[in-house]
């Protein structure tokens, strides 16, 4: 683990001069342990080893805490998150909140909202409140819980996140949710449509406020990405319970700089990426830029595209004779700024189509426009 963190961190340096490689702390992030079987309570208990051999500086949990809040179910995850040794900061997903079986005590409650109520009572009494801020060396983290403010902010939660923003004058500030801010998932689930609609409310008021990073839960993946949309940095753990590299993430923090791993319970620290605070900052509400493409150096059979990104990404061409239906796809493994790539074995005189995909992750992608060339005859 040591080993691969220490490389990565003379890449920082190595990308940023300014910056000192001396890691300043670092944090974790986990998320929907919901444990239901015994063998997923087990699971948790070895995450939280994991996170004390860690040794953060915090821990970040973006909900889905308990599988349905039942007071049995919060005393024992209390019991477990007592062995953590260091400040624990949780934010209330659908499981803890709106989540009912045939069993639960609040079964009859007389509206969606009492029942919110009664589970959010248990919520804070086991784990805290649901909605906090907190600082830490240049950043500022703020989490409320989105299960009640979704898709659109309820007026208190607008106005309180406004003023706890704007009391704090740290760069880097950070939202702590459990639902998805983010591209669309296909899921063909009602309610999980529902729960990663973009939230325009947040969106403004994160804009408005240089908010330039985003953590959640629910989606159970594991990503670290700058949002093609938005330029944010954003972040999911997946579940310590439901996936078979379940562990934590984590992250180190360098000077402006911010280096992001996958750490399984069981397995080799995955690097995931590093993240440049001050031009996350700076870039904060631009879109990645992806240029035309240029078509060049045409042949019968082969032709030459280039284009270029702001900055390095992985992308794939799609490309189809112009009277048929399927594309032909052509993934491009270099990830750079500066891309270009062949494509072989075309039909003389005969007009094709091609687009490119940029993908900063596989659920966040820009896409050209589509583009019309014609082969030359021989």
């Not at 990645?288 to 078509?295: G, T």
């Not at 796809?329 to 003389?348: A, D, G, H, R």
């Amino acid at each position: 683990m040591k080993k691969e963190a220490d490389k990565i961190g003379m890449n920082v340096s190595s990308t940023n001069k300014t910056n000192k490689t001396t890691r300043l702390f670092r944090f974790v992030q986990v998320s929907d342990t919901q444990p239901k079987e015994e063998d997923h309570w087990q699971r948790t208990s070895d995450s939280i080893d994991l996170i004390n051999n860690l040794k953060p500086s915090f821990v970040i949990m973006p909900g889905d805490i308990t599988w349905n809040a039942t007071v049995s179910q919060c005393e024992r995850m209390k019991k477990l998150f007592s062995k953590i040794k260091v400040p624990l900061y949780m934010v209330p997903g659908n499981h803890d909140t709106t989540l009912t079986e045939i069993d639960d005590p609040f079964a009859d409650s007389k509206s969606p909202e009492e029942f919110h109520r009664r589970k959010m009572e248990i919520f804070n009494k086991y784990f805290g409140p649901g909605q906090w801020s907190f600082e830490y060396d240049d950043f500022q983290f703020v989490g409320f819980d989105s299960t009640r403010s979704w898709p659109k902010l309820l007026p208190e939660t607008k106005q309180w996140l406004k003023k706890t923003f704007n009391s704090s004058n740290k760069p880097y500030k950070f939202v702590v949710v459990h639902f998805i801010n983010d591209q669309p998932y296909n899921w063909d689930d009602s309610y999980f449509k529902s729960t990663q609609t973009f939230n325009t409310d947040l969106d403004k008021i994160m804009s408005k406020v240089g908010a330039i990073g985003y953590m959640h839960g629910h989606n159970h993946f594991i990503q670290a990405y700058r949002d093609a949309n938005t330029g944010r940095l954003i972040f999911s753990s997946a579940s310590t319970t439901f996936n078979d590299k379940y562990g934590v993430m984590y992250f180190d923090v360098y000077k402006d700089s911010m280096i992001c791993f996958w750490q399984p319970v069981k397995g080799e620290t995955i690097p995931l990426g590093i993240f440049d605070l001050k031009k996350a900052k700076t870039d904060h509400g631009r879109k990645i830029f992806l240029s035309a493409p240029v078509v060049s150096k045409i042949k019968p059979t082969e032709v030459i595209i280039e284009w270029q990104t702001d900055f390095p990404l992985n992308c794939s061409l799609k490309f189809r004779k112009k009277d048929e239906k399927s594309w032909i796809n052509q993934f491009i493994k270099t990830c750079s700024v500066s891309q270009k790539t062949k494509i072989n074995n075309l039909v003389p005189n005969t007009e094709y189509q091609f687009y490119i995909n940029a993908e900063p992750c596989e659920y966040a992608k820009i896409r050209s426009e589509i583009i019309d060339f014609k082969t030359p005859a021989k």
